[in-house]
């Protein structure tokens, strides 16, 4: 048995050691870890931005009674939500297309094409860079520690550099002339040479099928591949895409392509889904990005599983552009992986996470539970980020990213998923840590 002097001795150098390292214990009245059950009264323990250890708050505090105790009180701790597709260079899209006259957005699919076309040309490069750390800004106010955010205009590229948000930014090509696709290509392989950010990797945006002739296509999805480029790509969006894609007519052709001065007869040959047509032609590699994955079979969804591909839901961009819902319970019940995105402010009313769970919840009538919701929104967009070492959970090893948030009233712990599902406007992020710095 120990003596009570070397006992005293052992006590007094734990607490020496916590002290010099700088250990942290972060406690809250509910940590929601999303890979392990709901712990009520805990604390996650930080050393050098990194969780050391997860659990019981008395439990920790006991094993280390000189750690510096951070109390957040009848709050919850979670990981920070990951919007995993965005386009925060549209964040002030809303007032250039009232300054363009153009404040009324259409609801047709191709018309509100064309229309963020217009408005999008009438915008300078200073205001895409303000609108950029517009939403980089919202988007951390929002709870959000990671983005795959995609970058139409590369000269705006700094914004990026101060930001603490984790993630990728995808440079964006689309078009059929192959000189330019050639010069675009060009220009990115020399931005990918430094990265974005202090945090931020750089991906590849072959936007969509519809907008990249199948020659366009070949080479672009081979740079990725030479440059080992993660792709997202905007796929099985709307009816619209996939009539265009199975018969070569339709409103893409007589609007978009018209408009354009693109000629429909060098496109994909007629008679594929969207789905079908990229993973048969051997476009996508296993990590790719599918966003919206709206007009799918059950054979496309098939096929996306045997892709190792993420797809990167946006509820409230597709309600908003009258395209359809996703089939949420036949992507979970095959095992695809998902997660959330906001889209732009061009068809979303914010950059929150938080406000698209609560959409997400309500419009796909019990498709998936809250704790799915949840998921997607966290472990879910990390994971389709390549980032699901690092966040999107809490865990020992894991970086000290972290959001806390409160609710208007403190539900009982079987409760408190349905309650952060409930209404993202009752949900208040308060602080969020990335790295273990408040941002």
């Not at 050391?52 to 939500?81: C, K, N, W």
């Not at 966003?291 to 509820?315: E, M, N, R, T, Y």
């Amino acid at each position: 048995m120990l003596s009570v002097h070397k006992l005293l001795r052992q006590l007094c150098r734990l607490a020496l050691d916590d002290v010099m390292n700088g250990l942290t214990l972060y406690r809250a009245r509910f940590v929601l870890p999303i890979t392990t059950p709901l712990i009520d009264d805990g604390a996650v323990l930080v050393e050098s931005g990194l969780i050391q250890a997860i659990g019981d708050y008395h439990q920790l505090a006991a094993a280390h009674p000189r750690a510096t105790v951070v109390d957040f009180g009848e709050s919850t701790m979670l990981p920070p939500m990951v919007n995993a597709h965005t386009h925060l260079e549209l964040s002030s899209f809303s007032d250039w297309a009232t300054t363009a006259g153009e404040s009324e957005a259409p609801q047709d699919f191709v018309d509100w094409i064309l229309w963020l076309v217009r408005v999008r040309r009438s915008v300078t490069e200073d205001q895409l860079r303000d609108s950029l750390i517009d939403g980089l800004q919202a988007s951390l106010l929002a709870g959000t520690g990671a983005i795959g955010d995609i970058s139409t205009s590369l000269e705006c590229v700094s914004a990026y550099q101060k930001s603490p948000l984790r993630g990728r930014v995808f440079a964006e090509v689309l078009g059929h002339d192959l000189t330019l696709i050639a010069e675009r290509l060009a220009t990115i392989e020399k931005t990918v040479q430094n990265q974005p950010g202090a945090f931020l990797e750089w991906g590849l945006s072959p936007h969509a099928p519809y907008t990249l002739s199948a020659t366009a296509a070949d080479r672009v999805f081979a740079f990725a591949g030479r440059q080992q480029l993660q792709c997202s790509i905007h796929l099985a969006e709307s009816a619209d895409e996939t009539q265009f894609l199975q018969s070569g007519s339709g409103a893409i052709v007589e609007k978009l392509y018209a408009a354009a001065k693109w000629n429909p007869t060098v496109d994909p040959a007629p008679g594929s889904s969207p789905i079908q047509g990229f993973c048969r032609q051997g476009r996508l590699s296993s990590g790719d990005l599918l966003v919206h994955g709206v007009q799918v079979s059950v054979a496309d969804i098939d096929l996306v599983k045997h892709a190792g591909c993420s797809v990167v839901l946006c509820p409230r961009s597709n309600a908003a552009l009258n395209v359809g819902k996703a089939p949420v319970s036949a992507y979970l019940k095959a095992g695809v992986p998902l997660a959330l995105g906001t889209d732009s402010l061009a068809s979303s009313s914010s950059l929150s996470i938080w406000d698209e769970v609560a959409f997400a919840r309500d419009w796909f009538s019990g498709e998936a539970a809250p704790h799915d919701w949840l998921k997607m929104a966290t472990l879910g967009g990390a994971k389709a980020l390549g980032l699901q070492a690092r966040m999107g959970h809490l865990s020992s090893g894991c970086e000290a990213s972290f959001q806390v948030v409160t609710l208007p009233f403190t539900p009982q712990s079987g409760e408190l998923e349905e309650a952060l599902c409930a209404d993202g406007h009752d949900v208040k992020t308060t602080h969020l840590y990335l790295g273990g710095c408040r941002t």
